[in-house]
């Protein structure tokens, strides 16, 4: 059998055979997306669960959530919806990111995620029009435990012809379509005009884009992990390629207890082994400073 259901069968099998996870929980918005893969997991894997997490943001948000609760029961999924308070860090759509992700972390097995070939697409856009590194153009991973992406190599599209094909009445997020939003603007404004300049297959093309980049990230990080031991001794690291080097660098911090790493912050540390002026410490978030003395680096927290 072929068409929009078929394909995200398949998928969705794909992903469970290559995981084979102890549990599975998928996370519904109300959405095309999400609900295409609910309605595909209600029918696979008898005992699935579903989180509606309500970001309480919008007027009759709790009815939304309830409705989307109510459809993935139907579907055959054990489904509950979750409230969330979003916070002001990281703007709007980092922090309702930041309290979706807490509320869907489970105790075991994966959450799905109803992220597709689009998504993909708008990511690696917003990484590299940010010049956020290779890691953010790499774009999302289809499995980053907990967080399962089966859809990530299908187009919205497809989700929602998917939706239409078994009567699944989805709900349309009014920010979705708020231009005030960066991601929104790349999605009615950007990827139609790239896909109009370049004649068609843009989306697939990125998302082919950060596959290959991410083959090179997991390979440099590979290498990157046999300086693990000392990476802070100046003399062990200086003469590594700077890719390496700054892999290096970002193990050893990370391991440090360092968050929210950005490309900057890892060029001024990097500084202190490739350009020792005799300067002094670099300020990293979470309260943390890195310098550098008698031929080492050493991170404490600031005083």
Not at 100 to 115: E, M, Q, S, T
């Amino acid at each position: 059998m072929n068409g929009p259901v078929a394909e995200i069968r398949s998928a969705v099998r794909r992903f469970l055979d290559s995981v084979q996870p102890s549990a599975v929980t998928v996370a519904v918005s109300g959405g095309a997306d999400s609900l295409a893969l609910a309605a595909c997991v209600g029918r696979l894997v008898p005992g699935a669960s579903a989180v509606v997490v309500d970001h309480q943001l919008q007027p009759g948000s709790a009815d939304v959530a309830l409705r989307a609760a109510q459809q993935c029961a139907d579907f055959g999924l054990v489904s509950r919806v979750e409230p969330v308070v979003v916070g002001a860090v990281g703007g709007p759509e980092g922090a309702a990111r930041a309290a979706r992700y807490a509320a869907l972390r489970p105790a075991a097995g994966v959450v799905l995620l109803g992220h597709t070939l689009d998504d993909q697409a708008e990511t690696v856009l917003l990484g590299l029009g940010r010049g956020s590194g290779p890691r953010s153009i790499a774009g999302m991973r289809v499995f980053d435990a907990p967080w399962g992406r089966p859809l990530l190599g299908v187009p919205r599209a497809v989700t929602r012809a998917a939706c239409a094909e078994q009567g699944i009445s989805v709900w349309e997020d009014p920010h979705n379509v708020d231009p005030s939003f960066t991601r929104v603007r790349l999605r009615a404004e950007v990827l139609p005009l790239l896909e109009s300049v370049l004649q068609g297959g843009v989306a697939a093309s990125l998302a082919r884009t950060a596959a290959q980049l991410r083959e090179d990230c997991d390979a440099l990080d590979s290498l990157a992990s046999a300086f693990a031991g000392d990476c802070c001794a100046v003399d062990d690291i200086s003469e590594l390629p700077v890719a390496l080097r700054r892999r290096v660098l970002r193990t050893w911090l990370q391991g440090e207890g360092v968050p929210e790493l950005s490309d900057s912050h890892l060029r001024r540390v990097d500084a202190l082994v490739s350009e020792w002026r005799g300067q002094g410490g670099v300020w990293l978030p979470g309260g943390f400073v890195v310098r550098r003395a008698h031929g080492r680096l050493v991170v404490e927290p600031r005083s």
